[in-house]
């Protein structure tokens, strides 16, 4: 199987439930490989890693679609999103970033641990009263893996409870603009949900502005509003669709791909309720081997670059297949065995680079304080007899969409 093949197979139903064959393929290419004029694919981890931190090569923002395709007009979802600083290069990211990374230092997060575990603790008694006993369970996505980080996110923007409720269809519906391959439906619906976000957001912005509370709605209104208004109107909508879409689609993804895997590894289950494996190993292996973002892409800036000798022409794509880069047999040893005892376990499923993701601590601490307290409140959960599970038909956002459970 040549790398294009490779392609057109995780662009497929059957390669996007199940792509770790087709990592292995990948690979036996080597490293890095192109597959047409002007794409090359990265599968391996120290090609991925070179090319997120090397920032020669970009991410594609508004200023580098102009530059390729003129004055085209802007799908609503791209041009949300391509306002905030996942979709901006240098100076202009470096700008963004700074004031919004000073609500994420390691201080900050910290203090936020007891707010989660209250946000946990409260779920978990909810828990309980909902398996209906019939033997289809509890759908631990729905009555947990969501509400955990989506409550979290929310209290630190200050979005008021009763305003959540459609934000899980929004933001699913909106992250389609950035899945692989997406095609006219998932744009179609990915701006109805950039459009209702958008509008959302602004409304709510006009709200703090008028009543300033101390919450990161504020905060970012105050940096727009500042005589050397470090965000714009547009950045502000988009770095807060950012900051819901990062928050928790992916860190649900986390918690449902973790719980599955502890089913099926009952030694490790037992080794965590024993307090012989600590939790923060298991949920970096979790990371690793079953990464929330499988892959992302840059896109070359320059004339005359490069991955690892592989020559890219300017404007040329690089796909780092992240999920893939997590299981190189060259930086891990048995790559697809799922072991958290595994030393130097350093997975890039938060990236690499300047775009690192914000949220990195804050997610580990969302599922270091999940795994815990489910465990030592449902010892005993397991897969539901009557009901199964059904994966997200995605690859980028990789997760369960329903994972019914007992608890035994
Ligand atoms: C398990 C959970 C998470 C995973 C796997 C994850 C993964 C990632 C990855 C791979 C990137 C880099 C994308 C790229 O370089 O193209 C990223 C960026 C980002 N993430 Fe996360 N993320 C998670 C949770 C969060 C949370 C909880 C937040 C916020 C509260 C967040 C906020 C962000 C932001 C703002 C960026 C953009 C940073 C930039 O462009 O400079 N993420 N995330």
Redesign the pocket.
Known sequence: MDAAEIIGQLARAEGRVDPYPLYAQAHRLGPVTSFAEDWVLACGYDSVNRV?RNPAFG?DSDELRRARFGDEPIPDSLSLLGA?????NPPV?TRM?AP?ASV?TPRRVAALEPAVVGVVERLLDGLGGRDSGDGRGVDFMEEFAYQL?VS??SE?LGVPEQDRRPFRSQIHDLSRVLEFMSDDSDLTAADAAARELGGYFATLAELRRAEPRDDLVTALVQLVDAEDARLDAAELLG?LA??LL???E??T??LGNGLALLFDHPSVRAALIQGALPVGDFVEEV?RFD???QL???TALFRGLDVDGVPLPQYGEVV?L?GAANRDPARFHDPDRFDPWRADNQP?????????????M???L??RTAFTALLRRFPAIAPAQGAQPVRQDRLLLRGYATLPVDLG
């Open positions: 997120l991410v905030s600083m996942l979709q901006s990211h970033r919004i994420f980080p979290v996110i630190l770095n950012l900051l990062a928050g928790f992916t860190t993804n986390l990371l990464s929330p973002v992302t892409s840059r780092l992240i890039l499923s938060f990236g690499a680079g300047m775009h690192y993701c914000l949220g990195a804050l997610a580990r969302e599922a």
